[in-house]
């Protein structure tokens, strides 16, 4: 048997011709409201790699899009097509997932043949259950059905590591648990981020989602990962309002709205810039919506205005940190890039991390849709498909899926009867 990588199996680690796979993938996409269509295939481009490697075997594969009550929950039909056109090769779509239909089409496959489900989340097991007993997940129908006509189960869905569900951490005891070329390839370069000896690193921080990132930013400064946090955008305005600066009524509404816990979140942050007043690297002017006035931070933000942009001292202070860094992780615009007037500082900030001499990280969303709009995504060494998946992770939190990938390592390393290269 090939190595395996920090315990837990990988695709090198059997020989899984004539095999039939259980595929666990993260084909999660954005949906045109009106028309449904598929808005970006980032995360299906993602997995060739790994299907591709299993072109001998009988592949079946499982995989989610949103969650109930969301108007994205749709099928995976169309996921299917855009799926088989990447790959070149045939995928049959079946609108089920564990009942007898299912598990006939399973049982009639041949080498090379792959098949699709239906979205997960359609099904109750994969949403009510929430739990690492895997006693419990083992007496589910949607486990039990599928794990009697499948020998292995291959897991790439990365976006989705931090989520102990059904449909990702179910089979672990019941047949060898492999990562995918995807969850290998993400661990490994993140990994080389945050135990790597570049010196020094430093972690840009933006986009509206606060909480992540003051959580990331208290792991990064506590274990000393980076040597500096830059933060922009909703991040940004966050560290200012606990420093004690008048961004505004809109701004500070904004935090409060979409963060139930922002008292504790803005407490955190005032926390950080105490304990690590040197390390932490803020705005010091913006430029503001409607107006288009360039403000200094220490000047009180009218409270019909938006900081919509980090102003053009703040740019020069941010890109001269990223020409000295050796290890930068990007996550997050510097304002609202989405309009034309506003996206001078996030467009300046990321061609610098493009054009910086340091390994480079970056992951969210947005991060991905600027760097595409720059056509650098060449220019960074790891662009991460993982949002929450990614930021926890690098947080340190306890990954359920990895814990089952190493689990069921341990559990099947030891018995002679699993099939080894």
Excluded at 125 to 154: A, C, G, M, R
């Amino acid at each position: 048997m090939a190595e395996e990588s920090g315990k837990f199996f990988t695709l090198d680690s059997f020989d899984l011709k004539g095999k039939t796979v259980l595929l666990r993938l993260d084909l999660n996409s954005p949906i045109h409201p009106i028309t449904g269509e598929i808005l970006s295939e980032s995360r299906l481009k993602s997995h060739v790699s790994t299907i591709n490697d299993l072109k001998s075997s009988r592949v079946v594969i499982l995989a989610h899009q949103s969650r109930p009550g969301k108007s994205d929950f749709i099928s995976l039909r169309e996921h299917s097509r855009r799926l088989q056109r990447l790959t070149g090769r045939k995928i049959t779509f079946v609108d089920s997932l564990f009942n007898s239909s299912a598990v006939n089409e399973i049982s009639k496959m041949k080498d090379g043949d792959i098949l699709m489900l239906e979205n997960t989340r359609f099904y109750s097991e994969d949403v009510s259950i929430d739990s690492t007993d895997y006693d419990i997940l083992e007496s589910t129908n949607f486990v039990k059905n599928l794990s009697q006509v499948t020998d292995y189960f291959v897991n790439d869905a990365f976006p989705a590591i931090h989520r102990p569900q059904t449909s990702l951490i179910g089979f672990t005891r019941l047949m060898p648990n492999i990562a995918g070329r995807l969850i290998q390839t993400e661990i490994e370069a993140l990994d080389r981020f945050l135990k790597g000896h570049e010196k020094p690193k430093i972690a840009i921080l933006g986009g509206a989602k606060i909480d992540d990132s003051i959580a990331v930013s208290r792991s990064f400064l506590e274990k000393d990962i980076v040597k500096t946090i830059i933060a922009g955008g909703v991040v940004g305005n966050a560290f200012l309002m606990a420093k004690g600066a008048n961004i505004g009524k809109k701004n500070k509404d904004f935090i409060i709205k979409n963060n139930r816990n922002h008292e504790k979140l803005i407490a955190i942050c005032k926390e950080l810039l105490e304990k690590y007043p040197d390390r932490i690297i803020l705005p010091v002017d913006s430029i503001l919506n409607p107006s288009r006035r360039i403000l200094k931070t220490e000047e009180s933000v009218p409270d019909d205005e938006i900081m919509a942009d980090i102003g053009p001292e703040t740019a020069n202070i941010f890109r001269d940190a990223i020409a000295k860094a050796k290890g930068i992780f990007i996550n997050g615009p510097m304002g609202m890039y989405e309009i034309a007037e506003y996206a001078g500082g996030t467009l300046d900030i990321f061609m610098a991390v493009s054009e910086a001499r340091a390994i480079k990280i970056a992951g969210g969303g947005h991060t991905i849709s600027v760097l595409e709009s720059l056509n650098v995504m060449d220019k960074v060494d790891h662009v991460s498909t993982g949002g929450g998946a990614l930021i926890s992770y690098l947080s340190g939190e306890k990954m359920p899926v990895l814990e089952a990938l190493k689990l069921s390592y341990k559990h099947f390393i030891e018995d002679d009867k699993i099939d080894r290269k």
